[in-house]
């Protein structure tokens, strides 16, 4: 029994992997409204039936993939938002999103994206890393709401920009260039 379920196991994993893959690969050529079954399915190799088996548009194919990317990406964020240091925190998260390149350059296209990925991760965030900076700041709660507010944007900003640049520089540089910043900021902004 439990090497049948295996076998199935593995064989829904192949199958999402490939319906993944080869969205993506269309996606580079267009956009994910003018996708149809009959093509993701030719282009993965795989039957009609069996995509609807699992999805049933492309649409709910991307919406799955984008996810388990949030889910894993904040599950990332959980795992450092005390540490002290923000460079680790997001060192290791621009090293997630070079590892998951595809997955990024698909939900980063401004035309298949119609929502901001970062902008629902940066959203859930808000009341928790407010709520922080608040207790050890000056400033009221609304300023320090319309600080997160700015670094969230400019961070989200610089990150898409380093993904639709193909990821030129590196985790450590991106990571750091958006830690100097905040670190300056976070002085200027709720200390004085």
Not at 54 to 82: C, M, N, W
Request: charge should be neutral; proline fraction near 2%.
């Amino acid at each position: 029994m439990m090497k049948s379920i295996s076998k199935i196991d593995r064989r829904v994993k192949y199958t999402k992997a490939a319906l993944r893959k080869s969205l993506f690969e269309l996606m580079q050529e267009k956009s994910i409204t003018s996708i149809t079954v009959t093509e993701l399915c030719k282009q993965a190799d795989i039957n009609r039936n069996t995509f609807y088996s699992h999805y049933r548009s492309p649409d709910e194919l991307l919406s799955s993939i984008e996810g388990e990317f949030t889910r894993a990406f904040i599950h990332k964020v959980e795992q450092s938002l005390d540490h002290p240091r923000y460079n680790d925190l997001m060192y290791r998260l621009c090293a997630y999103l070079e590892q998951n390149r595809d997955t990024c350059r698909a939900l980063v296209s401004l035309e298949n994206n119609q929502e901001d990925v970062f902008a629902r991760i940066h959203h859930y965030f808000r009341p928790r890393i407010v709520k922080k900076w608040a207790a050890e700041s000056v400033l009221d709660y609304s300023k320090v709401d319309s600080f997160y507010v700015f670094i969230a944007g400019g961070s989200g900003a610089l990150i898409k920009e380093w993904v639709e640049t193909d990821f030129q520089q590196s985790p450590e540089e991106i990571s750091s260039m958006i830690e100097n910043i905040m670190i300056t900021l976070h002085k200027h902004m709720l200390y004085n």
